[in-house]
């Protein structure tokens, strides 16, 4: 039988050396692409999507205007606004469709992923490179024990929760100023 502490420890161990194999200047041309847009709108689908989701929440939080693609209440993209594309592969379809609209309207586009010479680059004006595995294996990336991509998705949120919190230091911001942003119809 699988031991509890046994199975976190390689999780957290795979999570350690993902987020340490991320490039700093990869990430910090992102959150200057976040900070200078009007809004900033999110693409993926599965398990990425949800990661993105919260990741589009924690932001929201801060103060940035976030839209998820296809909500209820989703705005027009301009050329003052970012799209952030998290695919691993940087092969989905959809990902890859809406990247393409994003950028006839003039949006700056950012890509999440594990391979930087996927069909996103024709797209991205920024990439982060998330080294853990996926679609397609490379040497260079980090391998997972986990089921299917669970460690792209669980570095995607802590990326996204490093992002966050490089803003509130960034911002100074007061950690319980950001209750004003937090939803209160609970």
Request: proline share 3%; charged share 20%.
């Amino acid at each position: 039988m699988a031991n509890y502490q046994n199975a976190t420890n390689v999780i957290t161990d795979e999570l350690t050396a993902t987020l340490s194999n991320i490039n700093d200047n990869e990430v910090e041309q992102l959150l200057e692409e976040i900070e200078k847009a009007d809004k900033v709108f999110f693409v993926g689908v599965g398990r990425v999507l949800l990661s993105l989701k919260s990741i589009a929440k924690r932001l929201a939080h801060l103060g940035v205007n976030t839209y998820v693609v296809g909500q209820t209440t989703e705005p027009a993209i301009t050329e003052n606004d970012l799209l952030i594309v998290g695919s691993g592969s940087g092969e989905t379809a959809f990902p890859l469709i809406i990247a393409q609209k994003a950028k006839q309207y003039g949006a700056s586009v950012a890509h999440i992923g594990s391979n930087p010479n996927s069909s996103m680059s024709e797209y991205a004006d920024v990439s982060v490179r998330i080294p853990a595995s996926s679609k397609i294996d490379t040497p260079e990336e980090v391998h997972s024990v986990q089921p299917m991509k669970s460690l792209f998705e669980q570095t995607l949120l802590l990326l996204g929760d490093t992002l966050a919190l490089m803003m509130v230091k960034e911002r100074d911001i007061e950690i319980e100023s950001l209750w004003e942003y937090h939803a209160n119809l609970e």
